[in-house]
Every structure is written in C-alpha cells, then in structure tokens.
C-alpha cells in the first residue's frame, strides 16, 4: 500500500488468550478488521503483556511466538505466528522518543497481547510486526505523551494497536456469570462517554475517576494500551466503538479511529 494514506488506530479488547482459538462474535470483528482496514506495512502493537523498567520496541528480524500463559488447552500453546519483524522499523521507532528513550530489544517475541488477536486478523502471518514496551511505574499522562511521539508512523503506513482491556479486575471475576457487573458496567459507560467528549485527559489522569476506576484498574497494564490509541486520535479521525461487551469484571470494548469518510 502507498506510506501516504493515513493508516488507522486500533485499540483492541483482547479477553481470554482463548479467544485465539474460539469462535465468537469477538474473534469475527478481529477478522472483519482485517478483511476491511487498508493493509498496513508494518504493525505496532502495544500489549498489556510486556511491563518493563524503561520503554523498549523489538527488533528482531523474526520474533518467536511467547505462550506468556498456564493452564490453557495444548492447542493453544501449539499456536504459532510466524510474523517477521522490521529492525529498520524498530530503529526509527526509537528514534522518535527522542528524550522520552525507546530501546532496541533484539531478543524479545511476540506475547499474546499481540499474536492472540493478530493472527485473526492477519491469519497469513505477513505483515510485519512490532511491540511496544509497557513502563508501569510511569503515570497516565506520561503514556499519553509518549504516543504522542509515534503519530508519525500512522503516514507511514503503520498501524498501531494498543491491545489490553478497559475494566479488568480478574480478582473479582465470576467465572460463571455472563452479566457485566455494576461498577464494570458503570464504569464501560463513564470511558465511552469520555472518549466520544474526547476528555483524554481525565481518561489519562484514570485514579481520579472515582471508586469504580479503581475496581476496574486495580493495576494499569491492560488499561494504558488504551492511552496509545486515543493519543494518536487526529481532529479529523471519527471513533468507531465495537465488542462493546463486559463480562463479569472485564470488557471486550473496543475501539476503530480512522480518518472519516468523505
């Protein structure tokens, strides 16, 4: 595809590493996705599932497939997404940090933040791809500011993907109940007001939100993903919700922001 059109953002529920392997209305989107979206040169997706002490992108020119996970059926960790990597990529990620520092790793993979809801969407495994490191110890704002940084790529023909989930509380989770519970839901709605307000900055600056944010929230990892994709929304962009389920104490919300029609 030509690096001049404006590639989208996404900012995907991820759920149970199952959802991989298992037919759902979840899994049909992520497809539908990449069925529909302009096929991107390369991908940057920014996981829940790779915390760091500092801001690293892999570059290894094949990333090996993590199961970052235990007790799931063998199927599952017989799954493997043989996408190559881009360290020429990886080098210019790095270089837009500029003095908010991004690393190199060589010898990182791909965990299934990543490879979970890719290989659904780009089940042919050509498509470069990318991660993105997760510094936890660093506030909301901090996170937003960095992504900021990586708005270049989208003209370049990149599509970034924040992959995690809004509410995600496994310490309150029924395994047995379908429903959404009362703050979850609660909270789902408080996110998806704010983020068609485009209120990114309370979304940002999250502990402030309230009791049901820290229900949600108990730590940050599957939330700031969610930080990198409205970071790179654009005036022009319109937001398209979707998977907009929570079960128990965890959503499958999601988001498209692309540039509108017209």
Not at 10 to 16: D, Q
Not at 199 to 224: F, K, M, Q, S, V
Request: aromatic residues 8%.
């Amino acid at each position: 595809m030509s690096a001049t059109i404006r590639q989208p953002v996404l900012f995907l529920g991820h759920g149970s590493p199952m959802n991989a392997i298992e037919a759902s209305p979840w899994r049909a989107a992520w497809a539908d996705l990449g069925r529909r979206l302009p096929r991107p040169r390369a991908i940057l997706c920014v996981s829940a599932h790779w915390e760091t002490r500092g801001v690293y992108v892999t570059a290894a020119a094949a990333p090996e497939t993590i199961h970052d996970f235990y007790g799931f059926p063998k199927a599952l960790f017989d799954l493997r997404y043989p996408a190559p990597g881009d360290p020429a990529l990886a080098r210019r990620i790095a270089a837009l940090g500029a003095d908010l520092p991004i690393r190199c790793d060589p010898g990182r993979g791909l965990d299934h933040g990543a490879w979970s809801v890719l290989h659904v969407m780009y089940p042919q495994a050509d498509v470069p791809v990318l991660q993105l490191s997760l510094d936890t110890r660093q506030p909301g704002p901090w996170h937003y500011a960095l992504a900021r940084r990586l708005a270049p790529l989208r003209e370049e023909g990149v599509l970034i993907v924040g992959s995690g989930d809004i509410v995600h509380n496994l310490g309150l989770f029924r395994f047995h109940a379908s429903a959404g519970l009362d703050w979850a839901l609660r909270f789902r709605d408080e996110v998806n007001r704010r983020i068609a307000a485009r209120d990114h900055a309370a979304l940002a600056d999250w502990p402030r939100l309230g009791t049901d944010a820290h229900l949600a929230i108990p730590t940050p990892e599957h939330y700031l993903p969610l930080l990198y994709a409205l970071a790179l929304e654009r005036d022009d962009d319109s937001v398209e919700t979707f998977n907009d389920d929570v079960i128990s104490a965890l959503s499958m919300t999601s988001l498209l922001i692309a540039p509108q029609r017209g």
